[in-house]
T-cell receptor
Framework: GDSVTQMEGPVTLSEEAFLTINCTYT??????LFWYVQYPGEGLQLLLK?????DKGSNKGFEATYRKETTSFHLEKGSVQVSDSAVYFC????????????FGSGTRLSIRP | GAVVSQHPSRVICKSGTSVKIECRSL??????MFWYRQFPKQSLMLMAT?????????EQGVEKDKFLINHASLTLSTLTVTSAHPEDSSFYIC????????????FGPGTRLTVT
């Protein structure tokens, strides 16, 4: 079945460092790919998405490119801030209206001032 | 737009009692809502898919008699944890699908349930 694998955390970086969180997926058809962010004590917020190969999703300085050839959707940010500290979930949804969202295990990111 | 609310945000109940959690889509109609459970420092586990006007579809291993789901309108779904026990303590998150414009899911802020 469909699945999402993302790098284990926690990831600890200094402010202004470059961030990469790896995510790869296994799916049939043409899934949509998502990154969600969860701040402490809160629900999930959609950070960015890409619905077809070579699409680049971007938001708040974060970017991820849908790479079908490597089945990847790595999250990147050029200069992280303390406020980016959160848990990040990579996810996919199949290409039918009945598709569920499959989540990765989540990566906890901590940014030091 | 596309806001989903949950009520209550936190609830503490005694073992053996039942607790109802509401999930509302505030500015759109949601024919499908989803209920997830999240254990500390873990990912979301889909519990059930709730379709307006019909019975919910539960994931394997989720007890339908324990986690009662009702989706009575296009903007409201409820999850009732019956005869709660301490092991039911968790973070419950709902999401709603706006099928009018896309198949994207919008998530509620979550409800933290503590059973004492």
């Amino acid at each position: 079945g469909d699945s999402v694998t993302q790098m284990e955390g926690p990831v600890t970086l200094s402010e202004e460092a470059f961030l990469t969180i790896n995510c790869t997926y296994t799916a049939t058809g043409y899934p949509s790919l998502f990154w969600y962010v969860q701040y402490p004590g809160e629900g999930l917020q959609l950070l960015l998405k890409a619905t077809k190969a070579d699409d680049k999703g971007s938001n708040k300085g974060f970017e991820a490119t849908y790479r079908k050839e490597t089945t990847s959707f790595h999250l990147e940010k050029g200069s992280v801030q303390v406020s980016d500290s959160a848990v990040y979930f990579c996810a996919l949804s199949g290409d039918s209206s009945a598709s569920k969202i499959i989540f990765g295990s989540g990566t906890r990111l901590s940014i030091r001032p | 737009g596309a806001v989903v609310s949950q009520h209550p945000s936190r609830v503490i109940c005694k073992s053996g009692t039942s607790v109802k959690i509401e999930c509302r889509s505030l500015d759109f109609q949601a024919t499908t809502m989803f209920w997830y459970r999240q254990f500390p420092k873990q990912s979301l586990m889909l519990m059930a898919t709730s379709n307006e006007g019909s019975k919910a579809t539960y994931e394997q291993g989720v007890e339908k008699d324990k986690f009662l789901i009702n989706h009575a309108s296009l903007t409201l779904s409820t999850l009732t944890v019956t005869s709660a026990h301490p092991e039911d303590s968790s973070f419950y998150i709902c999401s709603a699908r706006d099928q009018q414009f896309s198949y994207e899911q919008y998530f509620g802020p979550g409800t933290r349930l503590t059973v004492t």
